[in-house]
Every structure is written in C-alpha cells, then in structure tokens.
C-alpha cells in the first residue's frame, strides 16, 4: 500500500462547478496534512494545511479531514479555468520523523 | 522576498559527469527537503535535514547520490557518476518545523537531463 495515494485522474469539470479531490493515507498517527498545486513546468505551491478533524475554508477552497477513515479531501467551489493544475496532496509521516510523502497527484482541467 | 532558491535551473550533462545541484532555503527554515519529480514515479523524497542533521535519506540510491547540509544556507545534492534514468526535475523544499507539522516551501527546481 502506497504511503499516501490519490486518483491520478485525468479529472474534468465545468466551469463554475464544484470540484472535489481525494486522498488516503496509511499512517494511522499522520498529524498534519497539505494540498499543493502544481502548474505545468512551474513547482508546486502550498494552498492549504488542515490538523483537526472537519472542514477548513479559505475563499473558494474547502479541505476536509478525516482521520478515523485516515481520508482528506480538498473542494474548490466556483471552479475557474486558472485552477487547471495537478493537485498533490501531502502528509507529514509521523513514523518516520515527520518526513513530508507526497501522492501521486491528480490532474484537474476546468473546461469553459 | 522569501524563497527557496535552486541553482542551477537547468543542466544537461553527459553520462558520467558529476552533477551538484545546490538549495538555499529561506532564511530561519530548519527543515530541508530534496525531491525528485518524473512523469512516472511523481514527487520521490531522496533526503531530508533538520537543523542541518541528516534525517532520512532511504529514497536516496546510496552508490551515488549524496546530500549534505555544510551550513544553513546551503544544502547540496551530488550525483556521481551520473545516468540517463536520473533524468528528471529535482525540487528542495524547505520549512519551519513546529507542532504538529512542517509545511514545506518548494524552489524552482533543477531540470536534470544525463545524455
């Protein structure tokens, strides 16, 4: 089982619609988790943190954790066609010194 | 302006050839990540330093690549001799570790082409 695995789609959604990212992870005692996006060529950029159980917003982008099903989703509301990006989601490893595993990625595209 | 900056951005060299790609991590950061990006395989950690202490570096192939911390403003990755299978985008990150996690800041990158 990978350390932390998401769909590496391609994932495809209209213009102004919700879309929603997946990821599980298998260290049950994972502290600290992270959404990146990522533009062809460009490195991946930090968007949101989430610790706690629950929802946390920031503008249109909504990370949802839960660590009893060891599961942490990121939804972006109102989807733009600038939001076309791979988007990684990453844990920190509590076995093995917080090293920082990142998933596979998942490829979105925004369509007009 | 913080940022993580990585010289070079990119390098072609022949099979062979020692490769070092160099990371200056933003200023106060005590965490240091190296990363190796490829189409196939996606983002692979190869080491990570804490307050410039080699902490992990299982991902690493030993018997040529190295990665060391000489002081807290450089942190360097070292490819000898080199392949064409390490081809690939090679990212450091860097970060403030603190409870309960370290977010990670990413450079630009080296692009790595071994011919």
């Known amino acids: 089982q990978k350390e932390v695995e998401q769909n590496s789609g391609p994932l495809s959604v209209p213009e102004g619609a919700i879309a929603s990212l997946n990821c599980t992870y298998s260290d049950r005692v994972s502290q600290s988790f992270f959404w990146y996006r990522q533009y062809s060529g460009k490195s991946p950029e930090l968007i949101m943190s989430?610790?706690?159980?629950g929802d946390k917003e920031d503008g249109r982008f909504t990370a949802q954790l839960n660590k009893a099903s060891q599961y942490v989703s990121l939804l972006i509301r109102d989807s733009q066609p600038s939001d076309s990006a791979t988007y990684l989601c990453a844990v920190n490893m509590v076995r093995g010194a917080q090293k920082l595993v990142f998933g596979q990625g998942t490829r979105l595209t925004i369509n007009p | 302006d913080a940022r993580v900056t990585q010289t070079p951005r990119h390098k072609v060299t022949e099979m062979g050839q020692e490769v070092t790609m160099r990371c200056q991590p933003i200023l106060g950061h005590n965490t240091v990540f190296w990363y190796r990006q490829t189409m196939m395989q996606g983002l692979e950690l190869l080491a990570y330093?804490?307050?410039?202490?080699?902490?992990?570096d299982s991902g690493m192939p030993k018997d040529r690549f190295s990665a060391e911390m000489p002081d807290a403003t450089l942190a360097t990755l070292k490819i000898q001799p080199s392949e064409p299978r390490d081809s690939a985008v090679y990212f450091c990150?860097?970060?403030?570790?603190?409870?309960?996690?370290?977010?990670?800041?990413f450079g630009q990158g080296t692009r790595l082409t071994v011919v």
């Open positions: 330093f804490r307050n410039r202490a080699p902490l992990d």
């Open positions: 990150a860097s970060g403030e570790n603190r409870d309960p996690g370290t977010e990670a800041f």
């Open positions: 989430i610790y706690s159980n």
